[in-house]
């Protein structure tokens, strides 16, 4: 897909997708066989419901229907959210990993597997798992420092909220 059309299509899509409080993460084009399939994928910091997303999809459609930004050849339209793994590539995406598992490359070299505590303007403040039964310790990371991240996808941390509940049978008892 040339930058052109990317452009185009960004610049036609993003007020849409805005407009349903939602911001445009990605936009792509590929082919399959002889049909194209455009993906879009949409999120927002209260993440993006089936309900969110259909609402979005049908007005990117309708849009896309009345614009010649896909041209004449039939197309598939596809729009989701990022997904478990997705890759940080904005400040915003930082933002809303807080809590998550992120396997950062570091621009030094390496890599760190780290939890995100929180986010500011210049970088992270993380807490990195502690190993062989040491005790986690906390970590400042600069955006500069980080080359690639990507969160994790954890299937046996406690959550939270379960966390709390648990305390609060604790005391009753």
Request: avoid cysteine.
């Given at each position: 897909?040339?930058?052109?059309?990317?452009?185009?299509?960004?610049?036609?899509?993003?007020?849409?997708?805005?407009?349903?409080?939602?911001?445009?993460?990605?936009?792509?084009?590929?082919?399959?066989?002889?049909?194209?399939?455009?993906?879009?994928?949409?999120?927002?910091?209260?993440?993006?419901?089936?309900?969110?997303?259909?609402?979005?999809?049908?007005?990117?459609?309708?849009?896309?229907?009345?614009?010649?930004?896909?041209?004449?050849?039939?197309?598939?339209?596809e729009v989701g959210t990022p997904g478990a793994e997705r890759l940080l590539t904005e400040h915003r995406h930082y933002v809303r990993a807080t809590g998550r598992l992120v396997?950062?490359?570091?621009?030094?070299?390496?890599?760190?597997?780290?939890?995100?505590?929180?986010?500011?303007?210049?970088?992270?403040?993380?807490?990195?798992?502690?190993?062989?039964?040491?005790?986690?310790?906390?970590?400042?990371?600069?955006?500069?420092?980080?080359?690639?991240?990507?969160?994790?996808?954890?299937?046996?941390?406690?959550?939270?909220?379960?966390?709390?509940?648990?305390?609060?049978?604790?005391e009753e008892a």
């Amino acid at each position: 897909m040339s930058t052109t059309q990317s452009e185009r299509l960004r610049e036609l899509l993003e007020p849409l997708v805005s407009s349903q409080g939602l911001d445009l993460e990605e936009i792509a084009v590929d082919s399959v066989g002889r049909k194209r399939v455009l993906r879009v994928v949409v999120d927002s910091d209260t993440g993006a419901d089936l309900d969110r997303i259909a609402d979005v999809s049908r007005a990117l459609s309708a849009k896309l229907d009345e614009t010649d930004a896909m041209g004449s050849a039939e197309y598939t339209l596809e729009v989701g959210t990022p997904g478990a793994e997705r890759l940080l590539t904005e400040h915003r995406h930082y933002v809303r990993a807080t809590g998550r598992l992120v396997r950062f490359q570091l621009a030094e070299g390496g890599e760190l597997t780290a939890r995100i505590l929180g986010a500011d303007d210049e970088g992270l403040d993380l807490e990195v798992p502690g190993v062989k039964g040491r005790k986690a310790t906390a970590r400042r990371l600069a955006f500069d420092d980080i080359t690639r991240a990507r969160v994790q996808v954890e299937f046996n941390r406690k959550d939270d909220a379960s966390d709390k509940n648990n305390d609060k049978k604790e005391e009753e008892a």
